[in-house]
């Protein structure tokens, strides 16, 4: 591993510190290019406005007319944690809004697969609905929305993933729909490329109460309050791992304020309380490694029709009830999770000897795993030899029994969906369906077609990786002065929008290792010199004995000992 410390321009941490920020935070700040306060403010005023995002007023229009007309709403959902969020944030808004009905139906992971498609249109139709509304999915969805308008249905698709592009020409196809809503569409100026899905939908929300405040339904003093949302919108945007950028962070700062607060919908109390995790301290890691996580299970082993009633209800019971369901099946995606890595693991272990570096690219199937966990196993896989990885499960799906379903995850240089539209056109056919972005994407393969998939996505690794690239970099923010060794600075650092593209803040420098153990088989406890002062440690996950004097690259947490708060380092690498 190489443990780099990322630039600091001196000029943007003068400015930041003449305005009033913390020295340690001006510094964090200026590494991640922020140049002044207006970066930092999070007011709701400093949002874009839905005005800059394409397709918002016509999908205002829409609505606003489907209210008039007394049409029946549907939603459809995608199944992981960012759907299911942006599908309560619709059934929410829309009806603080005034619609009257509105349903919502979300796809089966194994039966179904990703997206609108026809049979979903189909039953969409089926139920009695006027108007289409797709959340975090529908830009690809050609064949889908093409069947919703045949069946004469009005098609609303808000998304955030890219759209489909031909495979002969490489131009960009985009679905029939009535509006298209998304920053990632051509002729969309909107700044926020990496708006969520869920933020798209409360773009649309914001949209759509404005249009009815120019029809006269409401004026500024009787609208409804649409940032009771918020919480949502936050959790959706960081468990999604989209990039952090101002307008996110503001929209994830918002949506923290209100939860430690306690301003929040029932589901999200009783999520905080499944995970033992206190909401009056909420951090983003605790959206996207506590609460994220159980949601996204659902959709993994279960159905998301769970996730989305617990974000829903009102009902502080039922949400208990919920969440304890959320929670228990999220323990059995552990189980499942940790018994196929341990497969996984001996499978990429005999593709290479001891002591030799890892293929470039690494492919893992066996008939056992399950398919809503691939993408988990696929990302451990990436963790621990990074490589670009992808593990395949065998199709559950009806009549799909000789198809494969693989995901995969990428390292920094190499971009997976790229990857996958090189290899489906030096190998025709091998390729049923794929789609993605440039760290994760999925496909599915016929089993017959797995070699020649594991073949095409070496080569391709092989033609685009070098050296550099294959070896795992750390960016930490440099050595940390010991006078911030305080478990109040702790605290601050904890309650700042820290995520994707906005790493949370890491150091790094030489330090003195004077015990270490391990703890559960598995977990590496220190005892530490920092700069001459004691400090515990823990390097979650690594079992292998570290030198008397190394370079470390950690995190800072609080740790409590009868009564006593300390600071503790979270080892996230060590040089060499």
Not at 9 to 23: D, F, I, K, N, Y
Not at 297 to 325: F, N, P, V, Y
């Amino acid at each position: 591993m190489n443990i780099t410390t990322r630039d600091v321009p001196p000029r943007s941490v003068w400015t930041l510190e003449q305005a009033g920020v913390h020295p340690l935070l001006a510094r964090l700040y200026a590494a991640r290019g922020v140049t002044g306060m207006d970066e930092l403010d999070e007011a709701l005023g400093k949002l874009l406005p839905p005005s800059s995002l394409k397709g918002a007023q016509e999908a205002a229009v829409l609505l606003a007319d489907a209210f008039v007309q007394n049409k029946k709403l549907c939603i459809v959902a995608d199944y992981d944690c960012d759907g299911a969020t942006a599908c309560a944030v619709a059934l929410r808004g829309l009806r603080l809004l005034g619609a009257q009905h509105v349903a919502y139906l979300v796809p089966d992971r194994v039966v179904d697969g990703y997206g609108l498609t026809a049979p979903i249109a189909q039953r969409v139709f089926d139920s009695g609905a006027d108007v289409l509304i797709t959340v975090d999915n529908g830009i690809a969805s050609l064949d889908g929305v093409a069947h919703a308008k045949a069946l004469g249905l009005q098609v609303l698709v808000t998304d955030h993933h890219l759209p489909a592009t031909n495979r002969k020409t490489g131009a960009v196809e985009l679905p029939n729909a009535d509006v298209i809503v998304n920053p990632n569409q051509p002729g969309c100026s909107f700044e926020s490329k990496s708006m969520a899905g869920v933020g798209v939908m409360f773009y649309v929300l914001l949209a759509l109460r404005s249009e009815l405040r120019s029809r006269g339904v409401f004026d500024a003093s009787n609208q409804p309050k649409l940032d009771t949302l918020l919480p949502l919108v936050a959790l959706g945007t960081v468990a999604d791992v989209v990039k952090l950028d101002a307008n996110n962070r503001r929209l994830v700062a918002q949506g923290l304020k209100r939860v430690r607060a306690g301003a929040m919908p029932a589901g999200l109390a009783a999520l905080f309380t499944a995970a033992g995790r206190k909401a009056q301290v909420a951090t983003t890691f605790d959206f996207g490694f506590a609460l994220g996580p159980r949601i996204n299970a659902a959709g993994r082993l279960a159905d998301m029709t769970l996730g989305i009633e617990c974000l829903q209800t009102d009902d502080a019971g039922r949400a208990d009830e919920l969440a304890k369901a959320l929670d228990g099946i999220n323990r059995e995606r552990r189980v499942i999770e940790g018994d196929m890595r341990e497969q996984a693991m001996d499978i990429v272990e005999s593709l290479f000897d001891e002591g030799d570096e890892p293929p470039s690219a690494i492919c893992v199937f066996d008939p056992d795993f399950h398919e809503g966990v691939v993408g988990i196993v696929a990302s451990r896989i990436k963790d621990k030899l990074h490589r670009p990885s992808f593990v395949f499960a065998a199709s559950q799906a009806p009549g799909k029994e000789h198809e494969l379903k693989g995901s995969g995850r990428s390292i920094p240089g190499f971009h997976l969906r790229d990857a996958l539209d090189l290899v489906a056109k030096r190998y025709p056919g091998v390729l049923l369906r794929f789609g993605g972005h440039a760290m994760a994407a999925g496909c599915t393969i016929h089993e017959d077609g797995l070699d020649a998939f594991e073949q095409g996505l070496m080569e391709v690794a092989e033609e685009w990786l070098d050296a550099a690239t294959l070896t795992r970099r750390l960016e930490t923010d440099g050595a940390l002065d010991p006078k911030y060794l305080r478990v109040d600075l702790v605290d601050t650092l904890h309650k700042e929008v820290w995520g994707q593209g906005f790493a949370p803040p890491t150091f790094s420098e030489e330090v003195e290792v004077v015990s270490q153990r391990l703890v559960g088989e598995k977990h590496l406890q220190l005892k530490l010199k920092h700069q001459g002062q004691p400090v515990d440690g823990i390097w979650f996950g690594h079992t292998e004995q570290l030198p008397s004097r190394v370079k470390l690259a950690f995190r800072l947490d609080a740790e409590e000992w009868n009564g006593v708060r300390r600071v503790k380092f979270l080892v996230e690498g060590a040089e060499g």
